[in-house]
C-alpha cells in the first residue's frame, strides 16, 4: 500500500500539471496572436505571417518548457535547503521546536492545552514533517515532476498557439485581424476562468484581467506593426 501511495499522482501534483497546461495553452494564444497581428499589421504576406507565427510558437514552446524545468528544480532546491535547515535545528532544539508550532497553533485559536497534545502526537509520529510544515509551510511529502510540468508546457503552449494561427492564416482577408482578436479574446476568458477555478480565485476578475491584458498586449504589436506598413 504505502509503494502504491508513494508511486500514485497527488492532487495537487494533477492540480499544478494542470496549471501549467492552462498556462502554457494562454501563453500559447496570446504570445503568437500579438506576434502575428503585428506582422498582418505591417501588410506582410499570407506566408511571412504564417512564418513569423511558426518561429514564435518554436521560440516559446521551448522558453515555456525549459521555464518550467528550471523553476520546479529552483523550486526543489529552496525546499530541500530549508528540510535540512529544520534537521539541524530539531536536531539542537527539538524542545524549542515543539514550542514554535505550539504556540503558532495557540495563535490561530486552540488551546495550549490542545495544542501541545496535536504537537506532541505529531513529533511523535513524524517530526521532520510537521516542523517544516508549519515552520515553512512546505509538504516534505509532495513532489512536482520538473520533466511532468515542462512536458505539459511544450504541448499546450503550441496547442494555444495554433488558434491565432490559424485564424490569421485561413480567415478571408477582410476580417482575419477582428477574426482573430475575437477568437483569441473568448480563449483567453475560458484559460482565465480556468485558472481561476484551479486557484479558487474570482472567475469573473481573472476572465476580464486576462481578456484586458490580451486586449492590451495585441493593440501594442497591432500598433507598432502599423507603423510599418507598406
Same mark, same amino acid.
Given at each position: 500500500m504505502d509503494f502504491l501511495q508513494k508511486k500514485a499522482m497527488s492532487l495537487a501534483e494533477k492540480i499544478n500539471l494542470i496549471r501549467a497546461g492552462v498556462m502554457g495553452a494562454n501563453d500559447g494564444i496570446l504570445s503568437v496572436a500579438a506576434i502575428v497581428l503585428g506582422v498582418a499589421a505591417a501588410n506582410a504576406?499570407?506566408?511571412?505571417?504564417?512564418?513569423?507565427?511558426m518561429a514564435g510558437m518554436l521560440a516559446g514552446t521551448i522558453s515555456m518548457?525549459?521555464?518550467?524545468?528550471?523553476?520546479v528544480h529552483a523550486q526543489r532546491d529552496a525546499?530541500?535547503?530549508?528540510?535540512a535547515d529544520e534537521r539541524v535545528r530539531l536536531a539542537v532544539n527539538e524542545a524549542g521546536e515543539r514550542e514554535f508550532v505550539t504556540q503558532k497553533y495557540v495563535d490561530s485559536g486552540i488551546s495550549r492545552e490542545l495544542a501541545s497534545k496535536a504537537v506532541t502526537e505529531m513529533f511523535t509520529e513524524a517530526p521532520i514533517n510537521t516542523a517544516v510544515r508549519e515552520r515553512y509551510n512546505i509538504?516534505?511529502? +509532495?513532489? $512536482?515532476?520538473? *520533466? =511532468?510540468?515542462?512536458?505539459?508546457?511544450?504541448?499546450?503552449?503550441p496547442l494555444g498557439s495554433l488558434l491565432p494561427m490559424l485564424m490569421i492564416t485561413l480567415a478571408p482577408a477582410s476580417w482575419r485581424i477582428a477574426g482573430t482578436i475575437g477568437a483569441v479574446v473568448i480563449a483567453l476568458a475560458v484559460t482565465g476562468s480556468i485558472a481561476a477555478k484551479l486557484g479558487n480565485a474570482n472567475a469573473v476578475r481573472a476572465l476580464i484581467r486576462n481578456v484586458i491584458?490580451?486586449?492590451?498586449?495585441? +493593440?501594442? $504589436?497591432?500598433? *507598432? =506593426?502599423?507603423l510599418f506598413a507598406r
Open positions: 504576406s499570407a506566408s511571412t505571417v504564417l512564418l513569423a507565427g518548457a525549459m521555464g518550467e524545468y528550471v523553476s525546499e530541500k535547503r530549508a528540510i509538504d516534505p511529502t +509532495a513532489t $512536482t515532476s520538473a *520533466v =511532468g510540468a515542462a512536458i505539459t508546457s511544450m504541448i499546450s503552449f491584458a490580451g486586449l492590451i498586449t495585441m +493593440a501594442v $504589436t497591432y500598433g *507598432v =506593426g502599423h
